[in-house]
């Protein structure tokens, strides 16, 4: 079992685009699903179990994203100022442009207000953009992050052979394994933060799509492995809410758990080809054109879906989860596509602006 270069370099990456429009649904989904899994003791258990499972199911969304980034863009070569000026500009722009657009949706819905004063109302919109101007754009600065970090983790796994490369990940495993709450104890006093976060979804990333398997693993053996560890998720969601620990024990996206379910979806796109008509795969390929504008857009629209001040009243609630959850989620995705198209073609600037 050895590493190919090559064969990345050459083959079909068609499951990459099909595997970009699943994870980006998966996130809509985490996010119809989270206030009714916020709501555990106060809705009905059938319910909440529902809401559970499709949290605990879309929970690879953002891993298989960064694991795409890295698939993508660690075995190309690049000159470093270009490379900033480029992949920064593509996410920096539209980021600005939807961040000012929560703050004008928190203004108007009168969670922050303006005052005479412009020096005043200036530092809050700049705190605004520091911090984030709503829950779902932390992916943005850990993105930026992570593009500032690729050029020199690039020439690595360029340059390193299959042995440094799995060093790397065991140790971003073991590190990772550590900091879970139930074993910090153990968290020996060693440094080893320079293998922490998201940095090694990167490398997974790169290494699962160049990484030739034994025949003996096949498909079968992977979607085992994700059941597996989705029943492990779900389920042991549901223990610790009923030990009062809370959501995040198996939700945590840094968490072994998390790092399985997402290589498991990831191998299975990988491994299995999927023939569309003509027009769907031109549907796709139009979705993976917005993926970015779709993720920065959808928050916004859930929001307003949601709220009975609208008079729409779309989310978890208007009917079964097991229904309302997936189709809420899904007239979500095709809104936030319509809109960011729609501001894809505002003059001069759209282009910049939707991603």
Known sequence: MTLDTTHHKHQNLDWINNLRVLAMFMVVIIHTSSPLLMGYGRV?????????????????????????????????????????????????????????????????????????????????????????????????????????????????VRNANEKEIVYFLIVWLAVMFLAQPYLVRFNPSVDLHYFVGYIGYLVLGHYLTVKQFSPRFTRGWILLIFLFTLVLIVGGT?????????????????????????????????????????????????????????????????????????HISINWQFCNPSVSIPLTALICFAAALLLVWLVSKIPFVGKWVSA
């Open 44 to 156: 009905p258990l059938s319910d909440w179990l529902w809401g559970d499972f499709y949290n605990g199911l879309a929970r690879f969304g953002v891993p298989v994203f960064v694991m795409i980034t890295g698939a993508l863009l660690l075995p190309r070569e690049y000159e470093l100022g270009d490379f900033l000026k480029r992949r920064l500009g593509r996410i920096i722009t539209p980021f600005i442009f939807w961040s000012l657009v929560y703050v004008a949706y928190a203004w108007y819905n009168e969670d922050i207000n303006f005052t005479p004063n412009i020096w005043a109302d200036t530092k809050m919109v700049l705190h605004q953009l520091k911090y984030g101007a709503y829950y779902h754009l932390w992916y943005v600065y850990m993105l930026i992050g992570l593009y500032f970090v690729i050029p020199i983790l690039g020439k690595f």
């Open 238 to 310: 549901y223990w610790a809410c009923l030990q009062n620990k809370g959501l995040t024990l198996f939700y945590e996206p840094l968490s072994p758990t998390i790092v399985l379910l997402s290589s498991s979806v990831y191998l299975l796109f990988r491994f299995t080809l999927i023939k569309w008509p003509a027009w769907l795969k031109k549907a796709r390929d139009f979705i993976c054109a917005y993926t970015f504008g779709i993720y920065l857009a959808h928050a916004l629209l859930l929001d307003i879906m949601g709220d009975p001040d609208y």
